[in-house]
């Protein structure tokens, strides 16, 4: 459950800097900020995905 908080921060967090820097004419830099927040974002669900993996593989070795 502290997963789903961690992407809503990560989320609200990047959307701040966003609306921040494109405020003061830095869209390139808004635009990286967005980009990292995704990058951050998808590193935590993969690592969730290979733990799942590593989890149902358990299951079906003897």
């Keep these: 459950m502290e997963i ?4 809503a921060g990560i989320g609200l967090i990047t959307s701040i ?13 808004a635009s ?8 951050i974002s998808l590193l935590m669900v993969i ?9 149902v593989q358990s299951l079906f070795i003897f």
């Excluded at 789903?4 to 992407?7: E, N, S, V």
């Excluded at 800097?17 to 830099?29: H, M």
């Excluded at 990286?32 to 927040?37: E, H």
Aim: charged fraction near 25%.
């Design 47 to 55: 690592d969730l995905v290979r733990d799942l993996f590593t989890t």
């Design 17 to 29: 800097v966003n609306q921040i820097l494109k405020y003061c004419g830095k869209e390139e830099i």
């Design 32 to 39: 990286i900020t967005t980009l990292a927040g995704l990058i």
């Design 4 to 7: 789903i908080f961690k992407l």
